[in-house]
């Protein structure tokens, strides 16, 4: 006898029948009409009707016959209310069972029965449960409390299911422990309130971590789910949790290990990165990680997008593992499409060989989507490792020889990103390219293709009639493939202006009066006024050079990846999308990566500085030359493949523009031209209140840095430069030694800052002997002032100063020592200096260590006094001095200070408290070079 | 967590309908017939969402099972779940066909309320599922067997019951290993991985606690590190080298605490067969076979392939059911074959050449060559030369893995260690073993 022919009675008059038969005495007949009514609910047949006669077989001894009976009435009890009441003295009954399948059997349906009246009922007969003496039962009612909460949170929280549930995290039954934990989860989640009750603290991790050895492998997941949203209180307990978690990693079940993966990927945050523990963890992480590749299709896609993050994160996981992502034949193509993107992350000089002999097979597959992505990989093995660049294009080239449509149109969007990150390199293949004209039909290939034959017009002697071949059917193109032709015509225009006159009026007519995008009419609109008011502006603008294009592309945004790493293993990191993109209602908090404690923060920094004390201040470097900082911010908009990601992650980098015609002594190095492009402009003028110049005190023995060089005579055509900052009597001075190592005389020197973090500014103009032979030095003091324009810059000393002669302009930034910044008026009084130490938040207090030169407290008290830091009060407790100080920068900011000094320890202690934490590495680099000195 | 869990046959319709959460209506069964097993297009990935509801599937044979759910749910523990479902349901009746789950739809239904409680997955374990969704439903037991039942389902030890007696203790461990190779035309390997099971059938009486040792070098190595006499490796009576184990993954008998402090593999095992450890090796492979492919393309209508085989083991070992596939051109007319071993024949719906050879020993070559006639096509796509794949069985483990003693010790029964027959068996069997051509 089978059970399928219930699922063939297809007559009418059924409803009618099986009521007879549910009503029938014999005990066999009921059982097979209910079975019936259960196939008929399951091909989706509306059976309510029967709900008075289906919930009369309910009193019954046979097990099977109930079970289905509750089915039903999970299905209609919602449709049904007022009847679903019947049951519920069944319920309470069996809840009183003698046997415990019965007793959990009741109160695991009750709890699906979602009608306000019986939830009433239900709270006596679970909390019973809650108790029972049978682990079994006591697991389910654990879950009902969830099912609970579900209809009615107030309800449980006000009959105190929460501390009941709390009280079975220490059952003595692991799998009870692992529902408790899987409810209050469940609770956390929806319930603001609720958490606060069941917050997790370390005394029920500790309980948890002990049942994770005994229950199920679904419990584990459970309570290693559960363990990933407790943050521990330091790195001791956090380690002691990875230890007990990382056996899990060799678990048999995909859930399990990645779960363990998650906590130990969170909690590595909180470790001391530079430790053994950390470099252990992260080759224990590796292997269940590879085998999770050998698991079932679907699980090895889970665990793809999870390994997808995990590199992102952390690439030297899987670094040596390279092989195991390469495709196989016979993988579904879900499974290869996610390994190709992971090749591509763990692609790096030493294996792209490898790596590009596999992309140039999987080229040359059946499904399009998959041959597609491999192409666009070889391009961005070709932008991320440069020097297997040549390789990569010559692959792209053969490809481009098969003559397969699309492999050819996405070679075609791919060599146009190489061409933009290695300009001027492989210009040679323009002619091929050119070939394949004809056949590309997509809009991205086709705009891509516009583009190269725009940028390198000059270099492509027919660049004027393919473009005007494109341009015949301009109406019917795609805007990106419109703006595209518009711009590239535009260029060649201003590039050879002779012959293309025509070909750019007709381009500009039909974007501007023909068309009906605003985007494309805008654009169309500001060539033409700028090709009709001043050409040359328009060549700066149109043809400046392009910012190169990064390496990484289509990386997840950094706090988005810490969110999903907290997620691994779950939907959210299959879908790399934060759950409240794809879950609907409940608020759930976002969650983010542990941040390594206080004290560990301190100890990282406490090694750092003492290296570096010892090396001579930061070496200048050479502004790159401004003009290349020019974005292009008309011409990029091929998205949205790889080169909008690009562009979107580029910072907002200022636009510098040069002084076209040099006019004399006017130097506008950096024009104020683009100042309103940056929105706003700098704000913040009023911080340039106290100038400490009211108090003329005479300043003898302030630390002045050694002269060091700025601008090597290589770099500067013949002229060196040397120089370094001094504040004496109340006047910040740039001294500066001109060598001039050339064959010539130089003449003709000024100078000009560009806006600085404190406006910072020449105050008169260069005074120094001109000509100035060949080998021959000079050397002069600028005064400075702080009126000047003011933009933070990174880090908060750096300055960038050009200075011309008759030569050329030279670029150079240096670092002003921040002393040179300390006012005279810097001596805050005792209360005001307490009151501020409380007032600035614990946050913001940041502590150094400092080698000692076997200072005093005196004569280190002298050395700062010396250089405005001013010593408010000295105490000395337990043998040690401490040292209380302030100083005020030129802008107004305070700095406190508390010096630390221990006879018998070769360091000093230095927090430093303020509102501007930014200043503080500064002020830091300040005590160590004036202590040392 | 999951919100319901449908069944459906390849047209689409409804078998199994179950639903956990209320977030779920009755709609989400059409929306996934309509957007996944009707859509155009063949779906892309396993997980689909549709209207904020994520519709998780897998497919056997032509039956789809999908999970729903609105939730963020740990998406590897539903797929872990619904494989998990499937092998349930094969223990129970079978294969898992549409007439085997319509056949069986009372009892589908009676399992999917214990294994998964408000969308939690609860004891999946087969062998304790069976104590007690039984199909039988009228039997009713006594105090002490629910008792016993259910201390099982929830317990410590949740997949062996108490009271097991037999008059011969016996145990089998097989060690199955599939060689995964993919190799370029040159020789050059490109990938090569070694996935191995350990398969044990035990039939233990009362609560046996079994130690088992394997020759992996940092099992090995941690205990002659203590004992401080044996240097390890090579010394061992076995006579072979230790073996590097890349990852091992045990069944949840194993206790894993143990393990990772004292790198000891112990367990108290189900009662008959199970899984007990999966490893996956990748260095020093014995590969067990080469293939030297050979393809010439001779003008636009005739293709040449000549393929060698080589045994590379033991010349006293003999392999079994070696078969080689040769993928041909999907416009192949007509092909002729020649082979000095075995049979070999073109079978035109595989569109392949299958060349198979039942008995092959070590340190052997073969040789097969063919002349493949084309079809003019106008179809300009290049053909994609599909890789070789091979199939075998070989008597030994290509890792090189080996048991090196299993011991039993139950306590409170009166047998030793010395009482227990102990069988154990090797098998090497191809995985994917492919070569480019």
Redesign the interface.
């Known amino acids: 006898m089978t059970d399928s022919k219930y699922f063939t009675t297809t007559k009418k008059g059924e409803i009618f029948e099986l009521k007879a038969e549910l009503n029938s005495d014999k005990k066999e007949k009921k059982k097979e009409a209910v079975k019936k009514v259960i196939a008929s609910m399951t091909v989706g047949k509306d059976v309510s009707a029967l709900f008075p006669d289906v919930v009369n077989c309910m009193q019954t001894d046979n097990l099977e016959l109930k079970k289905l009976v509750y089915l039903y009435l999970m299905n209609y009890a919602k449709s049904q209310p007022d009847m679903a009441i019947m049951a519920v003295n069944t319920f309470v009954k069996d809840c009183e069972d003698s046997n415990p399948l019965i007793r959990a059997l009741a109160v695991r349906t009750m709890g699906c029965i979602r009608v306000d009246k019986i939830t009433e009922y239900l709270c006596e007969p679970l909390r019973k449960c809650l108790k029972d003496e049978d682990p079994y039962v006591r697991k389910t009612a654990a879950v009902c409390v969830a099912k609970l909460h579900d209809i009615n949170a107030q309800l449980v929280e006000d009959q105190g299911f929460l501390d009941l549930l709390k009280d079975l995290l220490s059952d003595s039954n692991p799998m009870v422990v692992a529902n408790a934990v899987a409810a209050i989860s469940e609770i956390m989640d929806a319930s603001p309130n609720a958490a606060q009750v069941l917050e997790m603290n370390s005394g029920t991790i500790n309980k948890l971590l002990t049942a994770l050895n005994e229950c199920t492998e679904w419990g584990q997941v459970f309570i290693l789910d559960s363990i990933s949203n407790y943050t521990p209180k330091d790195e001791r307990e956090a380690q002691s949790i990875c230890e007990r978690v990382t056996p899990r990693l060799a678990h048999a079940n995909a859930a399990v290990v990645l779960s363990a993966v998650k906590v130990v990927m969170k909690l590595m945050e909180m470790l001391d990165t530079s430790g053994d523990y950390v470099s252990s963890l992260v080759k224990k992480l590796a292997p269940p990680l590879v085998t999770l590749l050998s698991a079932e299709p679907e699980i090895q896609y889970v665990a793809l997008r999870n390994i997808n993050l995990i590199v992102q994160k952390r690439s030297d996981i899987l670094k040596n593992e390279m092989k195991v992502f390469f495709v196989k034949y016979n993988d579904p193509i879900y499974v290869k499409l996610e390994k190709l993107d992971i090749m591509i992350r763990l692609t790096s000089q030493s294996n792209i060989a490898q790596v590009l002999a596999e992309l140039k097979e999987y080229a040359t597959e059946v499904d399009v989507d998959f041959v597609r992505k491999s192409v666009r990989a070889i391009g961005r093995c070709a932008i991320k490792v440069e020097p297997a660049a040549e390789r990569c294009v010559s692959t792209l080239l053969d490809l481009i020889q098969t003559k397969v449509n699309y492999v050819v149109q996405e070679a075609i969007v791919v060599i146009k990103d190489i061409f933009r990150k290695y300009p001027n390199k492989y210009e040679s293949i323009i002619a091929t390219l050119c070939e394949n004209l004809d056949t590309l039909d997509e809009p991205e290939a086709r705009a891509s293709m516009i583009w190269i034959i725009g940028e390198y017009a000059e270099r492509i002697d027919n660049a004027d009639e393919l473009l005007e071949s494109f341009l015949e059917g301009f109406q019917d193109e795609n805007t990106q493939v419109q703006l595209q032709l518009l711009t590239a015509i535009v260029k060649l225009f201003l590039k050879r202006p002779t012959d293309t006159q025509e070909l750019v009026q007709q381009v500009l007519s039909l974007s501007t009066q023909d068309s009906d995008n605003p985007d494309l009419r805008d654009r169309g609109y500001i060539y033409w006024r700028l090709l009709s008011t001043d050409p040359a502006a328009a060549k700066e603008v149109v043809l400046a050079e392009k910012p190169l294009i990064s390496e990484e592309t289509d990386l997840i945004e950094p706090t988005l990846l810490d969110e999903l790493i907290c997620h691994i293993s779950s939907l959210a990191s299959v879908y790399h999308k934060p759950p409240n993109a794809f879950v609907e209602g409940r608020g759930g908090q976002r969650r983010v990566l542990p941040a390594k404690s206080q004290q560990e923060g301190t100890v990282e920094e406490m090694s750092a500085p003492t290296e570096t004390t010892q090396q001579p201040p930061q070496p200048t470097t050479v502004i790159p030359g401004a003009d290349s900082l020019i974005g292009d911010l008309l011409d990029i908009d091929l998205g949205p493949g790889p080169s909008m990601m690009q562009q979107q992650m580029y910072p907002q980098q200022p636009p510098v523009q040069t002084q076209a015609s040099g006019g004399g002594g006017g130097m506008d190095i950096f024009g104020e031209g683009l100042d309103n492009l940056l929105g706003g402009g700098p704000s913040g003028g009023d911080m340039l209140g106290g100038l400490g110049d009211i108090f003329g005190m005479p300043q003898s023995q302030s630390y002045i840095p050694p002269q060091e060089v700025w601008l090597p005579a290589p770099k500067g055509k013949g002229m060196e430069i040397t120089g370094t900052f001094a504040r004496k009597n109340n006047q910040i001075n740039m001294e500066l030694t001109f060598t001039n190592k050339a064959m010539q005389p130089m003449t003709g020197f000024a100078i000009q800052f560009n806006k600085n973090s404190f406006g910072l500014m020449p105050a008169q103009v260069l005074n120094i002997r001109s000509p100035l032979p060949p080998n021959q030095s000079a050397s002069t003091s600028l005064p400075l002032n702080t009126t000047g324009p003011i933009q933070k810059m990174e880090p908060l000393t750096l300055l960038q100063v050009a200075i011309k002669n008759n030569i050329d302009v030279f670029y150079l930034s240096t670092q002003v020592p921040l002393h040179v910044l300390f006012a005279e008026d810097g001596e805050m009084e005792k209360k005001i200096f307490l009151a501020t130490w409380k007032d600035i938040p614990a946050s913001n207090e940041v502590q150094y260590t400092i080698n000692n030169d076997q200072h005093s407290a005196d004569t280190v008290s002298q050395k700062l006094r010396n250089n405005n830091v001013f010593t408010i009060a000295k105490r000395n407790v337990e043998g040690q001095d401490m040292l209380y100080q302030s100083l005020k920068l030129t802008n107004g900011i305070w700095v406190l200070a508390e010096l630390k000094i221990q006879p018998s320890n070769p360091t000093f202690v230095l927090s430093l408290k303020s509102r501007a934490v930014d200043v503080y590495e500064a002020v830091r680099q300040v005590y160590v070079n004036i202590l040392h000195n | 967590?999951i919100g319901g869990l449908f069944i459906y046959n390849h047209k689409g319709?409804?078998?199994?309908?179950r639903?956990?959460?209320?977030?779920i209506g009755?709609n989400a069964?059409d929306a996934f017939r309509v957007n996944v097993i009707h859509a155009r297009q063949?779906v892309?990935?396993?997980?689909t969402?549709i209207a904020?509801t994520?519709f998780?599937h897998?497919k056997r044979s032509n039956i789809w099972l999908a999970a729903v759910?609105?939730?963020?749910?740990?998406?590897?523990?539903v797929?872990?779940?619904?494989?998990k479902m499937t092998d349930v349901m094969a223990a129970y009746f079978g294969k898992v066909t549409e007439?085997n789950i319509?056949?069986?739809?009372?009892l589908i239904?009676?399992i999917l309320?214990e294994i998964l409680?408000?969308g939690?997955?609860?004891?999946?374990?087969t062998g304790i599922l069976k104590t007690?969704i039984t199909?039988q439903?009228?039997k009713?037991?006594s105090?002490e067997e629910?008792?016993q039942?259910?201390?099982q389902?929830?317990?410590?030890i949740?997949w062996r019951r108490e009271g097991i007696k037999y008059r011969r203790n016996e145990l089998f461990l097989d060690v199955l290993e599939s060689v995964n190779l993919?190799m370029?035309p040159q020789g050059q390997v490109?990938?090569a991985?070694v996935?191995g099971r350990i398969i044990m059938k035990s039939y233990l009486s009362g609560m046996p606690e079994c130690k088992f040792g394997i020759n992996d070098k940092v099992l090995m190595e941690s205990k002659g590190g203590k004992s401080g006499q044996d240097d390890g490796r090579g010394t061992s009576s076995s006579g072979k080298t230790s073996i590097a184990i890349?990852?091992?993954?045990?069944?949840?008998c194993v206790?894993?605490?143990k393990?990772?402090t004292e790198h000891s593999i112990s367990f108290i095992p189900p009662d008959g067969e199970f899984?007990l450890m999966?490893y996956?090796t990748t260095k020093d492979i014995s590969l067990p076979f080469r293939i030297i492919p050979l393809v010439r393309e001779v003008g636009r209508q005739k293709m040449e392939v000549k393929v060698v085989v080589k045994s590379n083991f033991k010349p006293s070992l003999l392999a079994q059911k070696v078969e080689v596939r040769i993928p041909t051109p999907l416009n192949t007319s007509g092909v002729q074959v020649i082979c000095m071993k075995g049979k070999a024949k073109y079978k035109a719906s595989e569109n392949a050449i299958v060349w198979k050879i039942k008995r092959m020993g070590g340190m052997k070559e073969c040789q097969l060559s063919a002349e493949i006639e084309l079809l003019n096509t106008n179809d300009?796509?290049?053909w994609?030369r599909?890789?070789i794949s091979m199939n075998f069985e070989v008597p030994f483990a290509p890792s090189g893995f080996k048991v090196r003693y299993l011991k039993v010790f139950e306590p409170k029964l009166n047998y030793s260690d010395h009482d227990v027959i102990k069988w154990v068996r090797y098998i090497g069997r191809s995985g994917?073993y492919?070569t480019?051509c």
């Open positions: 967590m319709e409804v078998l199994i309908s639903v956990y959460r209320d977030d009755r069964v063949q892309r990935s396993p997980v969402n904020r994520s998780f897998i759910t609105k939730q963020n749910v740990n998406a590897a523990m797929f872990e779940f619904l494989h007439e319509k056949n069986n739809f009372v239904y009676e309320d409680d408000f939690y997955p609860q004891n999946t374990d007690f199909q439903g009228v009713t037991q105090k629910t008792s039942i259910t201390s389902v929830t317990g410590q949740g993919l370029s490109l990938s991985h996935a890349d990852d091992c993954q045990f069944h949840q206790k894993l605490s393990f990772e899984e999966r996956r300009k796509r290049k994609t599909p890789p994917l492919e480019r």
